[in-house]
């Protein structure tokens, strides 16, 4: 295995992977301290349906509203301005499908069970939209199998961008997202806007899950939202060292998924997934020894 | 003498159904309010009303002090997270954060300095979750002490701990009280514990709130107890 020809051919790649691996844990974190972790299984397969939903109505959408004056089949092959497109239904989708489930599901109860009612809708619409359309069934079996090798300069800006910027806000506001998802009542009477951080939260949330899905897909972001903060709870002895070690776990479980593809030829974003599952190990039995 | 808080011709409710109303309430300094009332009836209404969490329905209610001191039901916080003792208290001072700062050194002084005075310092680094019922309340009491505050509001502050664990506490919330001429709002469903802090009563029965001496938390007591038994009997 020729590691500098692999950096030369997929250095773009393992750029996306690593920035999503140290970033994406850090987002998962606070869905793990509210206990809507669920929430990281329903968003990244939302964001997908949004992709696959703009194949599907791409040709009509070329033809009465308009690609940047492309005709379909440039539009297909310019991947600035398909992934700009794309990111824009699957943000649509994502925080579309956020304000239902928080509106529907909190109001009658049951929060749980309308994020998993989400969650399989989408997994059949992301079928159906993308069996209406060629191109767009290529692009989505790729996305769902976790192939992200074929990334190139507009989608890797764009996911530091995104990530870059949710992680610097989730930084700047720490303390205040931290009081609000802990003690929202205390927080209120400390004279927070509550509502506004709720709100800011679930924004940065949405808007990373859908550029990340975009480019890593939703089975990477799935694993990085969920399995960097179990492996890191049962060491953590505060919230700035959980938050700091779940992006280590992330950042440690994508490099040696990373690896471990190229030396046995698999796809990248299931040895992603498995390498964080396997950083869970140590917890799990670290918390038994204490038991 | 300016009161601390001054509610008038209040209602509180949800969704636009009233659940508890009132003529007139005020909170001065130094004074201890207990808040008590059968299940049902209202009292956690009236509680969270007087603190500003729901809008009033109709009438009036004033704070005049920003620093209020509060102090919610240990049950509610999760154990998930994981804080220290001291972190706890540490975000008693949040409040006056904006934004990318940090709590200054004075700050985290003052955290140690507010453990000490609910005679905990011994448990500063310990985690939170790990500490017992009674230690966790006068965790969530140094919290509210480092707003340095005029009004201190307490919910439940003895449920799940035993009596003697209920007895400290109590012991504290008055010498605190006293200490800092704090006005002092508990809701609690102990009434013996009330009775004893209490100089001002709340009795919430049937959707209403009935303000006077701390004597009246035991005669509604009494009162719907009575209409309990009658019930039975009947």
Redesign the interface.
């Known amino acids: 295995m020729d590691f500098s020809l692999i950096l030369e051919l997929f250095g773009l790649s393992i750029a996306a992977a690593l920035i999503a691996g140290f970033v994406v844990p850090w987002i998962g974190s606070y869905l793990y301290l509210r206990r809507t972790s669920f929430y990281g299984l329903a968003l990244p397969q939302l964001a997908a349906t949004g992709v696959a939903c703009g194949f599907a109505v791409m040709p009509w959408w070329v033809d009465h509203v308009g690609i940047g004056d492309l005709e379909l089949a440039a539009a297909l092959e310019d991947t600035h301005a398909a992934m700009n497109y794309h990111l824009g239904w699957a943000s649509l989708f994502t925080m579309g499908g956020l304000a239902v489930m928080l509106l529907i599901g909190r109001r009658s109860g049951s929060e749980v069970a309308h994020v998993a009612g989400a969650f399989v809708i989408a997994s059949a619409c992301t079928v159906l939209f993308a069996h209406a359309s060629p191109m767009g069934e290529i692009f989505v079996h790729e996305l769902l199998r976790g192939e992200i090798l074929a990334v190139g300069v507009h989608e890797l800006e764009t996911l530091a961008a995104v990530l870059g910027l949710s992680f610097i806000v989730l930084l700047w506001l720490q303390n205040d997202f931290i009081l609000v998802s802990y003690d929202r009542e205390t927080a209120q009477v400390l004279g927070k806007r509550v509502g506004a951080f709720e709100a800011g939260l679930a924004l940065i949330v949405a808007a990373s899950v859908a550029a990340g899905t975009m480019t890593v897909g939703p089975v990477v972001l799935f694993g990085l939202l969920v399995l960097p903060p179990i492996a890191a709870r049962p060491f953590a002895r505060s919230i700035p060292h959980f938050l700091w070690l779940a992006s280590g776990f992330g950042l440690l479980g994508t490099a040696l998924g990373i690896w471990a593809s190229f030396q046995w030829d698999l796809p990248l974003g299931p040895c992603v997934v498995l390498a964080c599952a396997l950083s869970t190990l140590p917890g799990w039995i670290a918390t038994l020894v204490r038991k | 003498m300016t009161p601390i808080l001054e509610a008038r011709d209040f209602t509180f409710g949800y969704d636009g159904v009233a659940v508890v109303a009132g003529d007139k309430l005020t909170m001065e300094p130094g004074q201890v309010l207990g808040i008590a009332g059968p299940n049902g009836s209202g009292k956690s209404t009236l509680f969270r009303g007087l ?3 729901i809008p009033a329905m109709t009438g009036t209610v004033v704070c005049n002090t ?1 620093a ?1 001191g ?1 102090v ?1 039901q240990k049950e ?3 154990e ?5 003792a001291v ?1 706890v208290v540490e ?2 001072g ?2 006056s ?1 904006l ?2 700062r ?1 709590l200054t050194r004075e700050q985290k002084d003052r955290a140690h300095a507010c453990l000490e005075r609910v005679q905990l310092p011994e448990v500063a680094k310990k ?1 939170y979750s790990s500490l017992s019922g009674g230690q966790r309340q006068r965790v969530l009491l140094a ?1 509210a002490l480092m ?1 340095k505050p005029k009004l201190m ?1 307490l919910d439940e502050p003895t449920s799940g701990v035993d009596a003697k664990a209920a007895r400290v506490i109590m012991d504290l919330i008055l010498r605190l009280a006293e200490e800092e001429n704090l006005a002092v709002g508990i809701v609690s469903h102990r009434l013996q514990d009330l009775q004893r802090a209490a100089n001002v009563g709340v009795w919430v029965d049937e959707g209403r709130a009935h303000v006077g001496a701390a004597g009246i938390l035991e005669q509604g007591e009494r009162r719907a107890y009575g209409r309990v038994e009658s019930q039975g009997d009947a």
């Not at chain 2, 998930?80 to 220290?84: E, H, K």
Request: charge should be neutral.
């Open positions: 603190l500003g969490l920003p209020i509060y919610p509610v916080l999760d998930l997270y994981p804080f220290s972190e975000m008693g949040y409040g954060l934004g990318w940090r985690a919290r707003v509001m």
